[in-house]
């Protein structure tokens, strides 16, 4: 039972990145999947949400209306479209999946640096 995170790097400001959580061993139809992200010296701090069902997606006031978080149960894998990028955002960034009744997955994250 693992996540695994791709898409991060260098990235000017302004610039975009397209982040990929795919999932093994386990269905996140199942799950209520989140991305989170960690900057130095700073707390983990919960960016975007998405229902196990897709229906429903939220996100911190300061990414709101630059990323958008999307799921494809077919491929099992989550998606973090960034846009309009900031130095603030960043982080490491990390995938989680909570089912109901089981401990919560997470990744092992993937560094997003934003600078010119």
């Known amino acids: 039972v693992q996540l695994v995170e791709s898409g991060g790097g260098l990235v000017q400001p302004g610039g975009s990145l397209r982040l990929s959580c795919a999932a093994s061993g386990f269905r996140i139809s199942s799950a209520v999947m989140s991305w989170s992200r960690q900057a130095p010296g700073k707390e983990r701090e919960l960016v975007a949400v998405i229902s196990s069902a897709g229906d429903s997606t939220n996100y911190v006031d300061s990414v709101k209306g630059r990323f958008t978080m999307s799921r494809d149960n077919a491929k099992n894998t989550v998606y973090l479209e960034m846009n309009s990028l900031k130095p603030e955002d960043t982080a490491v960034y990390y995938c989680?999946?909570?089912?109901?009744?089981?401990?919560?997955?997470w990744g092992q994250g993937t560094q997003v640096t934003v600078s010119s």
């Open positions: 989680s999946a909570a089912r109901t009744g089981r401990s919560a997955i």
